[in-house]
């Protein structure tokens, strides 16, 4: 929308604001204590997320300054960043609906869950620093590209693993 330059200061403090009590309400009222098992690490992801906000806002009141509507070249390496983070954190996610490979075997299956959660936190860490690396390097339309490509292989794989895991444990008949 079109408003005053002066809201445009509300967008550095709502974002991270928002992002702060969305993270601390579902960890309070919606994830059953499961999130809460996690401890210390749900509080630095939290952190994380926070500041990357924080970043995102600030880049807002950059474009507007500069009157652009460019992504700068940081974008994608602080995208991978974001994968590499969320990729350390899954290995250590208790089944939730929140936060994580969230599919109908994944939520059905404890077994699918962490199997799956601990494969999708190697290729979500790596893809990540590919991204991150490859936009220090190459130029800017290039390393976009990159992260289309490696944001789509991220999240296909684990998708079909669960799958795949959860098909191969019904039919072994092994307690899911």
Same mark, same amino acid.
């Given at each position: 929308?079109?408003?005053?330059?002066?809201?445009?200061?509300?967008?550095?403090?709502? &974002?991270?604001?928002?992002?702060?009590?969305?993270?601390?309400?579902?960890?309070?009222?919606?994830?059953?204590?499961?999130?809460?098992?996690?401890?210390?690490?749900?509080?630095?992801?939290?952190?994380?997320?926070?500041?990357?906000?924080?970043?995102?806002?600030?880049?807002?009141?950059?474009? *507007?300054?500069?009157?652009?509507?460019?992504?700068?070249?940081?974008?994608?390496?602080?995208?991978?960043?974001?994968?590499?983070?969320?990729?350390?954190?899954?290995? *250590?996610?208790?089944?939730?609906?929140?936060?994580? *490979?969230?599919?109908?075997? %994944?939520?059905?299956?404890?077994?699918?869950?962490?199997?799956?959660?601990?494969?999708?936190?190697?290729?979500?860490?790596?893809?990540?620093?590919?991204?991150?690396?490859?936009?220090?390097?190459?130029?800017?339309?290039?390393?976009?590209?990159?992260?289309?490509? *490696?944001?789509?292989?991220?999240?296909?794989?684990?998708? %079909?693993?669960?799958? &795949?895991?959860?098909?191969?444990?019904?039919?072994?008949?092994?307690?899911?």
């Amino acid at each position: 929308r079109y408003g005053s330059k002066a809201t445009l200061w509300i967008i550095p403090i709502i &974002l991270p604001l928002l992002t702060y009590t969305t993270f601390h309400l579902v960890a309070r009222f919606g994830s059953n204590g499961q999130l809460d098992k996690m401890g210390f690490k749900y509080e630095r992801l939290k952190f994380l997320l926070v500041l990357l906000m924080s970043a995102l806002a600030s880049y807002i009141l950059f474009a *507007v300054k500069e009157q652009t509507t460019a992504l700068p070249a940081v974008i994608p390496g602080l995208i991978g960043l974001l994968f590499a983070v969320f990729g350390n954190y899954f290995p *250590v996610l208790k089944q939730n609906s929140y936060i994580g *490979v969230k599919t109908p075997w %994944t939520l059905k299956s404890e077994v699918v869950w962490n199997k799956t959660h601990k494969m999708a936190g190697q290729y979500w860490f790596a893809g990540g620093l590919i991204i991150f690396v490859s936009s220090l390097f190459l130029n800017h339309a290039t390393s976009t590209i990159l992260l289309l490509v *490696v944001t789509v292989v991220i999240s296909i794989i684990p998708i %079909t693993f669960s799958y &795949l895991e959860y098909q191969r444990l019904t039919k072994s008949d092994q307690s899911i």
